[in-house]
């Protein structure tokens, strides 16, 4: 039987091309006027998750 990927989990993560698991930043959402503008820049881009919850999630996205 196929594995199946976790889809609330292929949603918040990918995998990159050398099998790193990175994520969006939280907190550029919402409430963003009052944030200044260096702040919202850092909070853009990926970021790699933390190898402590990296196995965890190699189970929820096996491909």
Do not use: E, Q, W, Y
Request: glycine share 10%.
């Amino acid at each position: 039987m196929k594995m199946k990927s976790h889809k609330g989990a292929s949603k918040r993560f990918a995998k990159t091309g050398s099998g790193k698991i990175v994520r969006r930043k939280a907190g550029k959402r919402h409430l963003l006027s009052h944030k200044g503008s260096d702040h919202k820049r850092r909070l853009s881009g990926a970021s790699v998750v933390d190898p402590t919850a990296t196995a965890s999630l190699r189970k929820l996205l096996p491909r």
